[in-house]
């Protein structure tokens, strides 16, 4: 559950300002986080927070970086996760300044991750698509997936087990594993309509 929902307005805010930090960075060698940072710092809540970047208008992915667990007030972590899914994600190589005004910027608010417990092989069951981001963690090995993406592939709650194991870099199968750690969480997503354009908060059930 949030602590904390976030308007249109606010949402509309965290956007602009992702948009800004990486047009900053691409127009000036001599960026400075702080500039952006100074200018998102009324946003004090701790909530985790993923900047995604995406063709337009094909939608294609082009960067998603971003922090499940909060470690700096949210106005700080979306300047970071933005300049992360931008010349960072090791997916894709850095972002142009032309190819960046042909992409769509979303901001995921995250809820704290909550555990999912009680018998490892009907997790699945306690998952609801379209609603549950989630997380698998195994020592080492960690991986996520947005709310959105099982909704995206038409991923069922088994499926979206199995890929977030194999996105974590185990079987895919081990989500029924005790010692594997699955976790589910929430997300407020806000997202042009087009590149710079109005911003909207997307549902996704």
């Known amino acids: ?7 249109l307005q606010e949402g509309a805010e965290l956007v602009k300002a992702a948009r800004h930090t990486i047009d900053l960075s691409l127009r000036s060698p001599r960026f400075e986080r702080k500039v952006v940072r100074d200018i998102t710092k009324e946003f004090r809540e701790m909530d985790g927070v993923f ?15 971003g922090f499940p667990i909060a470690v700096s007030p949210i106005g700080e972590g979306v300047v970071d996760a933005a300049l992360a899914a931008a010349f960072e994600d090791p997916r894709f190589v ?12 979303e901001v995921s608010v ?16 306690k998952i609801k698509i379209g609603k ?20 995206e592939q038409k991923w069922n709650e088994k499926k979206f087990l199995e890929e977030v194991c194999a996105k ?18 929430q997300t407020q997503v806000f997202r042009e309509e087009e590149p710079g354009g109005k911003v909207i908060e997307v549902k996704h059930v």
Request: with cysteine; charged share 15%; hydrophobic share 40%.
């Open 94 to 105: 850095p972002v142009s300044h032309k190819e960046f005004d042909r992409l769509l910027v």
């Open 132 to 151: 549950d981001g989630v997380m698998a963690r195994y020592g080492l090995y960690s991986g996520l997936f947005l709310p959105q993406v099982a909704v």
């Open 51 to 65: 900047v995604t970047l995406e063709h337009y208008p094909t939608k294609a992915l082009r960067g998603c970086i």
């Open 1 to 7: 559950m949030f602590m904390h929902s976030y308007t």
């Open 168 to 185: 974590a870099g185990i079987p895919s199968n081990y989500w029924m594993q005790p010692s594997v750690k699955i976790f589910k969480f």
């Open 110 to 125: 995250l809820t704290q991750p909550e555990e999912i417990t009680g018998a490892a092989s009907q997790r699945y069951k």
